[in-house]
């Protein structure tokens, strides 16, 4: 998660990592809350979150995500190629095989917030 936040270049990377480090100072444990919180998001990273915003049905979060993206000069043509067909492309291809192979869902977690 941290590097489809953060993007492939090495000194991106390097400058996040020492914000975490600065941050976290003595406590030395980081969860994906924290990640998500404090590493800037490149495009990639904004993709990948839209993706996710919307597998999950959180439509606020995919709707924000997606004003970010077009404030960013991300084209909407490029948005819809690079994280809406994709989702929606998965999606429809795991209720296929749920349905052809009448395989149920797993269940949710206990402990997953929506």
């Known amino acids: 998660?941290?590097?489809?936040?953060?993007?492939?270049?090495?000194?991106?990377?390097?400058?996040?990592?020492?914000?975490?480090?600065l941050y976290l100072g003595e406590k030395r444990e980081?969860?994906?809350e924290l990640v998500r919180n404090l590493v800037a998001k490149?495009?990639?990273?904004?993709?990948?979150e839209l993706g996710n915003a919307i597998a999950k049905?959180?439509?606020?979060?995919a709707l924000a995500l997606l004003d970010q993206l077009l404030f960013q000069g991300e084209t909407p043509i490029g948005i819809l190629y690079a994280a809406i067909i994709p989702t929606v492309r998965n999606l429809l291809v795991t209720k296929e095989i749920?349905?052809?192979?009448?395989v149920r869902p797993p269940a949710l977690p206990t402990n997953l917030t929506a």
């Not at 490149?42 to 990948?48: E, L, N, S, Y």
């Not at 049905?57 to 979060?61: A, G, H, I, W």
Request: glycine content about 4%.
């Open 1 to 21: 998660m941290f590097v489809r936040l953060a993007g492939a270049d090495t000194r991106q990377l390097r400058n996040e990592l020492e914000k975490i480090d």
């Open 30 to 32: 980081i969860d994906s």
């Open 42 to 48: 490149t495009a990639t990273g904004v993709i990948w």
């Open 57 to 61: 049905r959180q439509l606020s979060r």
């Open 98 to 102: 749920l349905e052809t192979y009448d």
